[in-house]
């Protein structure tokens, strides 16, 4: 019994690795137009918190304000947390097709939602006279989003999303 749960362990990491490399991989093809999401979602949370920015094609987007120059690069979009979730959702193979295309869906939409918030709020806790703590800051919510966001959205569509119906007992038992 515990041989048949490792080895069942050892193909849902397997399949996690390979579909989450995967994901990585065509995700990045995507890079432009999750970037563009990623600069005008945050640049309207930015606007609500009450800073004015603009944004600036160049390579990559840039948020720009009098107190900061903010260079949108690929793992601010939240490519490295969807990957993840692709990965994870997909491996689960207890939960049918649709319920995993489902999730995987609503996920980048997750992500893409609280990336624009991290993004500003790390954006409108910057101070440029202490550049060495916001760049704490940045890093410690780059890792709690990472964890938190990617952990709690799966744990959420696995166990209540998608919980399994428990069997009927038969009739007359």
């Known amino acids: ?17 390979i579909i989450g490399s995967l994901a990585f991989f065509l995700l990045s093809f995507a890079s432009g137009f999750f970037a ?17 920015t603009q944004i600036v094609f160049q390579q990559n987007p840039h948020l720009i304000s ?4 903010a260079e949108l ?13 692709v990965g994870i959702i997909a491996s689960s193979e207890e939960r049918a097709i ?8 609503l ?8 990336n624009a918030m991290r993004i500003a709020v790390t954006l409108r806790l910057f101070n440029s006279s202490e550049p060495f703590a916001s760049e704490i ?3 410690v919510l780059f890792r709690i989003s990472l964890v938190l966001v990617v952990l709690g959205y799966y744990a959420f569509w696995y166990l209540v999303l998608t919980a399994l119906k428990p069997k009927a007992a038969p009739i007359g038992k």
Do not use: N
Request: charged share 10%.
């Open 73 to 85: 690069i690929t793992l601010c979009w939240g490519l490295l947390e969807m990957a993840v979730i």
């Open 36 to 52: 563009l999401i990623a600069a005008y979602s945050s640049q309207l949370l930015l606007m609500v918190l009450g800073v004015q």
């Open 1 to 17: 019994m515990k041989k048949i749960l490792y080895l069942k362990a050892l193909k849902f990491v397997a399949m996690f690795l």
């Open 137 to 139: 800051a940045h890093d």
């Open 98 to 105: 649709f319920q995993r295309i489902y999730g995987i869906l």
């Open 66 to 69: 009098p107190a900061f120059d």
């Open 107 to 114: 996920g980048i939409f997750v992500v893409l939602f609280f």
